[in-house]
């Protein structure tokens, strides 16, 4: 079954900063890899997927995300961190055998402090 | 264009009781999916809909069953409530019959069982 690994269970960055956030999947074959956004008590925002194609994705609030088989990861970055992308990054991948379809099973989260 | 909406948007029961929750899927799309969130961890899936059926399934009690309607709206029904049942329950949608999945979520249910 495929997984995903967030490492990093909570990043704190200057606002202005860059920032890059870690995740890890465990697939065979070329997987579908997603990015959500989640502030607290609210739902989950897409920010970004990964179907085939450019590794390098472009997604919503000036964020991007590069896949790299080489390394089993697609990494979350942003040039400049505004106070307000502070929340809960999650990335999750379908776990339906290499379709895109079916259950989304999650990272274990990353939490993204941003200081003034 | 209405995103994925949910009801209620907070809901306090007591241990026993059953429950229901509603959702509406993103115009457009065919597929409905509920996740349970527990406070501080990542979503857990508990069953999509698609064509009314019910296609797959996480590792979930029975005490956990759904509903998609012809218009492509869902129910999550959970009978018997334990106080580990408590958690925000989110919803997606997404438009399988188009071939890719991008699931987006509902602002969620926060379910408090006493």
């Known amino acids: 079954a495929q997984s995903v690994t967030q490492p990093d269970i909570h990043i704190t960055v200057s606002e202005g900063a860059s920032l890059e956030l870690r995740c890890n999947y465990s697939y065979g074959a070329t997987p579908y890899l997603f990015w959500y956004v989640q502030s607290p008590g609210q739902g989950l925002q897409l920010l970004l997927k990964?179907?085939?194609?450019?590794?390098l994705v472009q997604g919503i609030k000036g964020f991007e995300a590069e896949f790299k088989r080489s390394q089993s990861s697609f990494n979350l970055r942003k040039p400049s961190v505004h106070w307000s992308d502070a929340a809960e990054y999650f990335c999750a991948v379908p776990n339906a055998g290499g379709t895109s379809y079916g259950k989304l099973t999650f990272g274990q989260g990353t939490i993204l402090t941003v200081h003034p | 264009d209405a995103g994925v909406t949910q009801s209620p948007t907070h809901l306090i029961k007591t241990r026993g009781q059953q429950v229901t929750l509603r959702c509406s899927p993103k115009s457009g799309h065919d597929t409905v999916s509920w996740y349970q969130q527990a406070l501080g961890q990542e979503p857990q899936f508990i069953f999509q809909y698609y064509e009314e059926e019910e296609r797959q399934r996480g590792n979930f009690p029975d005490r956990f069953s759904g509903h998609q309607f012809p218009n492509y709206s869902s129910e999550l029904n959970v009978n018997a409530l334990l106080l580990g049942d408590s958690a925000l329950y989110l919803c997606?949608?997404?438009?399988?019959?188009?071939?890719?999945?991008?699931?987006?979520f509902g602002p969620g249910t926060r379910l408090t069982v006493l």
């Open positions: 997606a949608s997404s438009f399988r019959t188009g071939g890719t999945d991008t699931q987006y």
């Open positions: 990964y179907f085939s194609g450019d590794t």
